[in-house]
């Protein structure tokens, strides 16, 4: 199962999206975002591409707000992922999204636009960082393998 991760695109249209991304997400089995497209339009051309996982950030419209929730709980390959937005400043991030999931074995999140793949404890903290400098794709297989792409 390959997932591909994208978190604060900030973008208002469709047309912003990357090309790098528009290439290489239809080949993914899921599409996850951590928030922060801005304009619902993005969501809309991420739709196109594959199906989608996503929760609102911070700067999103009242649409997306509406849309969206705060934070998303799914399993994947036998693996709980929790997908936020994250809050505050970037450093203890991590700290701080951990308590929203109780048992997850990763935590999908943005905010901070730092890319950053760490393990802390049991959990896999995967931020793709700012999605017009890159993106994230992960691997869940027996094990899980994370990797950001830089465009």
Request: aromatic share 6%; no cysteine; proline share 4%.
């Amino acid at each position: 199962m390959r997932i591909g991760v994208l978190s604060d695109t900030h973008m208002y249209s469709a047309e912003e999206i990357p090309l790098e991304i528009l290439n290489a997400f239809p080949a993914m089995d899921l599409i996850v975002h951590a928030g922060d497209f801005v304009g619902s339009a993005v969501l809309e051309g991420l739709k196109r591409l594959g199906e989608v996982k996503a929760v609102h950030g911070n700067v999103d419209s009242m649409k997306l707000r509406g849309l969206l929730p705060d934070k998303e709980l799914l399993v994947v390959g036998g693996k709980k992922i929790g997908i936020t937005h994250g809050w505050g400043g970037p450093e203890g991030i991590e700290q701080r999204i951990k308590g929203l999931f109780d048992d997850v074995d990763i935590i999908i999140y943005g905010h901070s636009h730092r890319a950053k793949i760490e393990q802390i404890g049991n959990i896999l903290f995967f931020n793709p960082g700012p999605g017009h400098q890159s993106f994230g794709i992960l691997t869940i297989e027996q094990d899980v393998r994370g990797e950001i792409v830089k465009i």
